[in-house]
Structures are given as structure tokens and as C-alpha cells.
């Protein structure tokens, strides 16, 4: 079963705006790591962020992580028309190495 | 470097056959593990491999196995097909798959008929 939840489930932005998808848990976690995935094909590691970082950036993305509330969140910034995809976030639960456990996705559309 | 390479890319089954999918992980990565994914259920992970020994296994029934060989190449093998194995398989793989980000291939689209 999935652990997270990711909302929301469908975004709709112009090229040029941000985006901001959430990701919520239920567990004690390792890291939490965020994917793409481009129209049912293999997944993209997009950022990886600790247990023990709070903020983390790669590019035009921002990762936060909040450990106490069990929420991630991945902003995009100055959104393009090639990041239209469906977005994973992944946890890497404590106490069991090599398995991720995937959120819901959000799919997101950037219209020019 | 080449990355995930999974064959086939599409495979059309029908009920009560039984199929195998193969996954070539990265160079010198030593840990592959497996997905299923589909609408209803979303990715659920089905198993891991490193160095040929099974580390880690998803709630599927024991229809569904794999192996992983001593090139580090992984398949699996899904018995006596039901409809609602229909779903796209993804290989994924690492260096030591702990901790580490995951390498995954296209796929494979399974259709169970």
C-alpha cells in the first residue's frame, strides 16, 4: 500500500508560473526523494532530501522537508512547457533499506 | 554509460500464461529492485535484489518472483496471469540501493487478456 498522499492530485499553471506540490506520510523516514515521470515511462530522480535537512535546491526546484508534520513540498520555479509530467514523492522508511514507498503523484500541466 | 535497459517494452498475455521480464541495470550498479505500477494501485514496490540475494519483498502473492543473475542483470516472473496484473513493470537500479537515488528503465506495459 502507499504511504503518502500528494496533493494536489492535478495542477494546471501557465509557462512562467511556480508550482508547488505537497506530500504527506505517515512514518519515520530516511530521506524522501522527489520523481518525474513523463507519460507513463520510467521515472526521473528529480532531489533527495534527508531526515536531517530541512531545505534543499536544485535549480529551479525547491524541496522543503518537515519532519515533525510528515509533509514535503516541491516548488518549481518559472515553470516551462517540458516540465509537464506526473510527480512522485518517495520515502525511504526507516528500518527498511532499499525500498522506496511512493506517494499518489500529482500530474501537472504547464500551458504556454 | 547506458542506463536501464528493460525488455520487452510492450507484452500482450492472456489469463493463466505466464511471463518473464528482463532489466539490465547500469554499469556497475549491484542493486535491482522492481516496481508495479497502475492507476488504481499507483507504484508498488515488488522486490529487491543485491548481489543476487533477495533483500527486500513487497505484499504480493508468490505468483510473482525474481532473481537477479552474477552480471547484475534482474527478471522477474509472473505466474498464472490474472487480469489485474496488468500494469507497467519498472526496474529500477543503484549503486548499494540504500539510501541512494534510484536509476529506473521505461518499463515494461503488460496487458493480461
Known amino acids: 500500500s502507499q504511504q503518502g498522499e500528494e496533493d494536489p492530485q492535478a495542477l494546471s499553471i501557465q509557462k512562467g508560473e511556480n508550482a508547488t506540490m505537497n506530500c504527506s506520510y505517515k512514518?519515520?523516514?530516511?530521506?524522501l526523494q522527489w520523481y518525474r515521470q513523463n507519460s507513463g515511462r520510467g521515472l526521473v530522480h528529480l532531489i533527495l532530501?534527508?531526515?536531517?535537512?530541512r531545505e534543499k535546491h536544485s535549480g529551479r526546484l525547491r524541496v522543503t522537508l518537515d519532519t515533525s508534520k510528515k509533509s514535503s513540498s516541491l516548488l518549481i520555479t518559472a515553470s516551462r512547457a517540458a516540465d509537464t509530467a506526473s510527480y512522485f514523492c518517495a520515502t525511504l522508511n526507516t528500518g527498511t533499506a532499499s525500498k522506496l514507498t511512493f506517494g499518489t503523484g500529482t500530474r501537472l500541466q504547464v500551458t504556454l | 554509460k547506458a542506463g536501464v535497459t528493460q525488455t520487452p517494452r510492450y507484452l500482450i498475455k492472456t489469463r493463466g500464461q505466464q511471463v518473464t521480464l528482463s532489466c539490465s541495470p547500469i554499469s556497475g550498479h549491484r542493486s535491482v529492485s522492481w516496481y508495479q505500477q497502475t492507476p488504481g494501485q499507483g507504484l508498488q514496490f515488488l522486490f529487491e535484489y543485491f548481489s543476487e540475494t533477495q533483500r527486500n519483498k513487497g505484499n504480493f502473492p508468490g505468483r510473482f518472483s525474481g532473481r537477479q543473475f552474477s552480471n547484475s542483470r534482474s527478471e522477474m516472473n509472473v505466474s498464472t496471469l490474472e487480469l489485474g496484473d496488468s500494469a507497467l513493470y519498472l526496474c529500477?537500479?543503484?549503486?548499494?540501493?540504500?539510501?541512494?537515488?534510484?536509476?529506473f528503465g521505461s518499463g515494461t506495459q503488460l496487458s493480461v487478456l
Open positions: 532530501i534527508r531526515s536531517n535537512e
Open positions: 512514518t519515520s523516514i530516511n530521506n
Open positions: 529500477a537500479s543503484s549503486l548499494a540501493g540504500t539510501e541512494e537515488k534510484l536509476f
